[in-house]
């Protein structure tokens, strides 16, 4: 069977479909990786690059075109896939569905469709395609032909099995059962100068490592028809993070928030704190409302001394539309308000005064001064950071062992100015920081401070 090239396979509307094009650099860059004997690839691009354009078409590729070469390194009738390693639910149905319009709009790919879920497709060649989560344990047990790890350079370091370190030595084994064929591809927005991604992307520009494709590019490059005045917009609201996210420069201003020792050394529970009488009225609850995809959160803690003990932590899931948009029940939150507050006694509720007005109106007729209003001004945040990296540096939390909460600890990162002044950030996408915000909300009304900027505080 002849196999076409990645040139004709991107560009042969038979293939890829009539109304899809990549641009130049796309092109470049997915040309690149396939064409050279390279094993690994990092593609280092600034945000609205078409990064996840660009690798699901590698993705769509493999899966299809050089089904005919990975078929030779597996049994009859086993299927080879294809993973997308995912941050996050979103994420993998972007790339999923992605996959999905290259494979239904081409004529001679969507006679190969035999399946396809929320989470795979599956073709009639043996190929499978399929988004996992970003766990060691979520990529074992595959024989992976191509695996692409997404947003690489936020995954965590040096702690658990979410960590760059521990996906790659999970999954590098069953990439190299294809041989010199098998790939992996790292593909993200740059961060800080550490992790895997880091790592691989230096190794690859030493010139020492002739495996690995690097492709740096900022975002004006790869996508031209990008708005200058949208990029001029981004750069004034913030120069340091315009530098990051779209002129794709790893980041030499940013340093780890927590010490990932004391992260570790705080995990001192081995789950979920049921109610205790000692502490009843006592409790205390933040929540951190959604905004735009981001998880709606929730955490009960209560202090033992001066150390704070994180009881529960809890997401509400969307469970209706609004519109195209699916969000979370707002009337459900407050039930759980409610029903939590029966369970606990709480004495303090701290809710963000401007997203969730309606809520603290409402509960604040039933609870009354157990409502706190805070407003997240760049002073309160920066306050309530400060009190929560004290109280980790002095080992004063208690937390359990909850992955996502632990990953976006691990992940945060803080930017000092020349001023003097900092800020705290979980990274760029969905998701990165929800947690955090709840437990530095925690920190703030577990200080009972005088200056902070309390809207309401009895």
């Not at 650099?25 to 050279?36: A, L, V």
């Not at 695996?147 to 790659?168: K, M, N, P, V």
Request: glycine fraction near 6%; proline fraction near 4%.
């Amino acid at each position: 069977m002849l196999i076409p090239s990645i040139e004709t396979f991107v560009t042969e509307p038979y293939l890829i479909g009539k109304d899809i094009t990549f641009r130049p650099i796309q092109k470049e860059i997915i040309y690149d990786f396939w064409n050279k004997p390279y094993t690994m690839g990092v593609w280092c691009l600034g945000r609205r690059s078409g990064k996840t354009f660009c690798a699901a078409a590698s993705a769509v590729y493999a899966c299809t075109a050089l089904a005919p070469i990975f078929k030779k390194y597996i049994r009859a009738n086993e299927s080879y896939y294809v993973l997308f390693v995912a941050n996050n639910e979103e994420q993998a149905k972007i790339a999923l569905d992605q996959v999905k319009i290259f494979l239904e709009n081409s004529p001679t790919l969507k006679m190969l469709i035999k399946s396809n879920n929320a989470t795979s497709v599956t073709l009639k060649n043996g190929a499978i395609f399929k988004a996992v989560p970003n766990t060691a344990k979520g990529v074992r047990g595959y024989s992976v032909a191509l695996a692409i790890f997404d947003e690489a350079a936020h995954y965590r370091t040096g702690y658990g099995e979410q960590t760059g370190e521990q996906l790659y030595q999970a999954i590098a084994p069953s990439i190299a059962q294809f041989g010199d064929y098998g790939r992996l591809l790292m593909i993200s927005t740059p961060w800080t100068k550490q992790g895997i991604f880091y790592d691989n992307y230096q190794k690859g520009l030493s010139g020492e490592y002739p495996e690995i494709h690097v492709a740096n590019y900022p975002t004006w490059e790869v996508n031209p028809t990008i708005s200058e005045t949208f990029l001029a917009s981004a750069k004034k609201r913030d120069p340091i993070m315009y530098e990051v996210e779209y002129g794709a420069n790893f980041s030499v201003d940013f340093a780890a928030f927590l010490d990932v020792d004391k992260i570790r050394e705080s995990v001192t529970l081995s789950g979920t704190t049921p109610p205790q009488k000692t502490y009843r009225n006592k409790y205390l609850l933040a929540l951190d409302p959604a905004l735009s995809g981001d998880a709606f959160t929730a955490a009960i803690a209560h202090q033992e001394g001066t150390k704070l003990v994180i009881d529960y932590l809890h997401e509400f899931l969307p469970s209706f539309h609004q519109g195209s948009k699916k969000v979370v029940d707002i009337s459900k939150v407050e039930e759980w308000i409610m029903a939590r507050h029966q369970d606990y006694g709480f004495k303090k509720i701290v809710l963000d005064q401007f997203q969730s007005a309606s809520t603290i109106q409402r509960l604040n007729a039933k609870l009354g001064s157990k409502i706190a209003e805070l407003t997240w001004t760049h002073n309160n945040k920066i306050i309530a950071y400060g009190y929560l990296k004290e109280l980790f540096n002095l080992n004063q939390v208690a937390l359990y062992p909850h992955d996502k909460t632990i990953s976006q600890l691990t992940n945060l990162q803080v930017h000092y100015n020349k001023s003097g002044s900092w800020t705290v950030s979980g990274g760029s996408g969905l998701q990165v920081d929800d947690y955090c915000s709840v437990l530095a909300a925690l920190a703030f009304i577990s200080k009972d401070s005088k200056d902070v900027g309390w809207s309401k505080y009895a």
